[in-house]
């Protein structure tokens, strides 16, 4: 999994996560459309234990946002 500078599959990446792990979201944000094994998702998280965004897709929850977390 690659975290972003930006909410978008073209930033530079900050960080790679092996799949699966455990992730600190602080905040989510619409960002880069990312399709992936048939599902398609705008949604990104922030991560500040790696200084950038992960897109939503990747995130083990059945909701596109996720709930109880604020918008960046």
Known sequence: M??????STDSARVARL??????????????GLVEYDGYSNDAWSYLP???GYLSNIF????????PGVPTC
Do not use: K
């Open 49 to 51: 234990d790696h200084g």
């Open 59 to 66: 995130i083990d929850v059945t909701d596109a946002r996720l």
């Open 2 to 7: 690659s975290v972003r500078q930006q909410p």
């Open 18 to 31: 092996p799949g699966p792990a455990s992730v600190r979201v602080a905040c989510q944000v619409r960002g």
